[in-house]
């Protein structure tokens, strides 16, 4: 019996401690770093600038390259996209295919007010390198939809690690305390 009692108690302690660990990783975004989210979402701050060129241009050797390009392959909707990765065939660019737009005219001391929209495609290029070349260009998704990719895919992971591991340890305790 006293097995049985040091098990509940182990599980019973162990719901507050890990729902305390989960939520101190969330604050600090220690789960976005470990999932690759922290660097897409870079790389999303990047290709959503103002600044054009060469801000919005990620290059293969960037380090917010591998986790973007991995994030958007995965989750594009476009065929072609997918069917190149599976050949083992990968971007050497991402990069947005739209012109910053002004909103309205300013004085030259006032902060830019030119924006890029979220219905921006991403592209990958294929192709090329910093000196250039003759690449082609595949739509990826827009920004708003790489945007959306990454809350669903934080909020899945909180509903799955709060509502269902906890929850599942919960019950646990409750079935060793019956």
Same mark, same amino acid.
């Given at each position: 019996?006293?097995?049985? $009692?040091?098990?509940?108690?182990?599980?019973?302690? #162990?719901?507050?401690?890990?729902?305390?660990?989960?939520? #101190?990783? $969330?604050?600090? /975004?220690?789960?976005?770093?470990?999932?690759?989210?922290?660097?897409a979402r870079?790389? !999303?701050?990047?290709?959503?600038?103002?600044?054009?060129?060469?801000?919005?241009?990620?290059?293969s $050797?960037?380090?917010?390259?591998?986790?973007?390009?991995?994030?958007?392959?995965?989750?594009?909707?476009?065929?072609p996209?997918?069917? !190149?990765?599976?050949q /083992?065939?990968?971007?050497?660019?991402?990069?947005?295919?739209?012109?910053?737009?002004?909103?309205?005219?300013?004085?030259?001391?006032?902060?830019?007010?030119?924006?890029?929209?979220?219905?921006?495609?991403?592209?990958?290029?294929?192709?090329?390198?910093?000196?250039? /070349?003759?690449?082609?260009?595949?739509w990826?998704?827009?920004? $708003?939809? !790489?945007?959306?990719?990454?809350?669903?895919?934080?909020?899945?992971?909180?509903y799955?690690?709060?509502?269902?591991?906890?929850?599942?340890?919960?019950?646990?305790?409750?079935?060793?305390?019956?």
């Amino acid at each position: 019996m006293a097995m049985t $009692d040091a098990v509940a108690y182990s599980i019973a302690l #162990a719901v507050p401690v890990l729902s305390l660990i989960y939520a #101190a990783g $969330d604050y600090r /975004g220690w789960w976005e770093s470990l999932r690759g989210r922290a660097m897409a979402r870079n790389g !999303l701050a990047r290709l959503s600038s103002n600044k054009g060129y060469p801000v919005c241009w990620i290059y293969s $050797d960037e380090m917010q390259f591998p986790e973007l390009e991995r994030f958007l392959r995965t989750k594009t909707k476009n065929q072609p996209v997918r069917e !190149l990765a599976e050949q /083992g065939i990968t971007p050497s660019l991402i990069s947005v295919g739209a012109v910053n737009q002004d909103s309205v005219p300013v004085p030259e001391n006032w902060p830019s007010t030119r924006f890029v929209p979220g219905t921006s495609p991403i592209l990958f290029i294929y192709g090329v390198t910093r000196e250039g /070349g003759k690449g082609k260009a595949a739509w990826v998704a827009s920004l $708003d939809e !790489l945007r959306q990719w990454l809350n669903h895919e934080r909020e899945v992971e909180r509903y799955s690690v709060q509502s269902v591991l906890l929850g599942l340890l919960a019950v646990a305790v409750a079935a060793l305390a019956a």
